[in-house]
């Protein structure tokens, strides 16, 4: 079988992604990510805080989103006030935009590691994010199983891929089929295949 492991992963925490949704969840990760990092290093530091500068293409780009869903993203978390903007530009053709830490004091208690699962940039550019983490999610089943068929219920389906919502699971099985990545075969329990090209 043919291994997933060479592809760029887009990373997003679980928690967020059933609190806020999984496109804000994998953006706030990115920043999150780039903000400590240059804290760890103790640059950019401004006005008492520290900034990561990217542009919306940049974050786009590292994510598979389009620029318009970033900026989406985004509004979403200032207005959550989770992340924060200002402009530190030197030249106003300069298009970065400067991104620190909110008040982060709500979702603190499950930023650690064990809640932060990914996706392929690929499988987002391709199917959207929400499809993607349904793929990945069945192609870690089968992998898990050694098969390229397995025999699941959508509740179960649901637990493993961290999404509660039932609709959710129809809605991205039906658009990963008319993308013509899995057949399913059954509908209770579902009994879904992977096509060749999508395999583990």
Known sequence: MESNKHKHKVYYNEIMARKYGALTAAVFNFLYCKIKSKEKKGENFIDGEYWECQTLSQIGFELGLSKRSVRTQIDNLRTFEIIKTR????????????????????????????????????????????????????????????????????????????????????????????????????????????????QV
């Open 87 to 198: 402009n530190y530009n030197e030249t106003e053709t300069y298009k970065c935009l400067w991104f620190a830490l909110d008040d982060i004091s709500a979702i603190e208690n499950y930023l650690s590691d064990e809640n932060i699962n990914y996706v392929y940039r690929d499988d987002v550019r391709e199917c959207k994010f929400n499809q993607a983490i349904m793929l990945k999610t069945l192609i870690c089943k089968m992998d898990d199983e050694e098969t390229d068929e397995i025999r699941i219920t959508r509740k179960k389906l649901s637990d493993v891929s961290g999404f509660e919502n039932d609709g959710f699971v129809k809605r991205s099985l039906i658009k990963l089929e008319k993308l013509n990545k899995i057949e399913i075969i059954a509908s209770n329990p579902l009994i879904i295949s992977m096509k060749l090209e999508h």
